[in-house]
């Protein structure tokens, strides 16, 4: 079993900056992927950002070059670091592991390859 817990969220102004975190705990070990999605009230959940075991990165083309994923394996922690933030940003933040669903050299874009998933945090931007 793995837990994980968003936090970070808030309320922030078009162009402001967050950062997220998740931390992890339980048996992460078989984790290939850790990734990021995202819910607006009304849409379908979105990747936002995924990251593998060997630190590859990958972005959904709405947050490219604006949002950045690291993590930090000795705190067993997630990171989203977010800027340039804008309204459509607006959403619940999911971090998610996949529990060993996606095979080596696999993509971490898709949600249901994952297998634990945190309760979320809120990010409302306002302009």
């Known amino acids: 079993q793995v837990q994980l817990v968003e936090s970070g969220g808030g309320s922030v102004q078009a162009g402001g900056s967050l950062r997220l975190s998740c931390a992890a705990s339980g048996y992460t070990d078989n984790s290939y992927c850790m990734g990021w999605f995202r819910q607006a009230p009304g849409k379908e959940s979105e990747f936002v950002s995924g990251?593998?075991?060997?630190?590859?990165?990958s972005y959904g083309d709405s947050v490219k070059g604006r949002f950045t994923i690291s993590q930090d394996n000795a705190k067993n922690t997630l990171y989203l670091q977010m800027n340039s933030l804008k309204r459509e940003d607006t959403a619940m933040y999911f971090c998610?592991?996949?529990?060993?669903?996606?095979?080596?050299?696999?993509?971490?874009?898709?949600?249901?390859?994952?297998?634990?998933w945190g309760h979320g945090t809120q990010v409302t931007v306002s302009s």
């Open positions: 990251i593998d075991s060997d630190g590859r990165t």
């Open positions: 998610a592991a996949d529990g060993g669903l996606v095979r080596y050299g696999g993509s971490c874009q898709r949600g249901h390859d994952y297998n634990y």
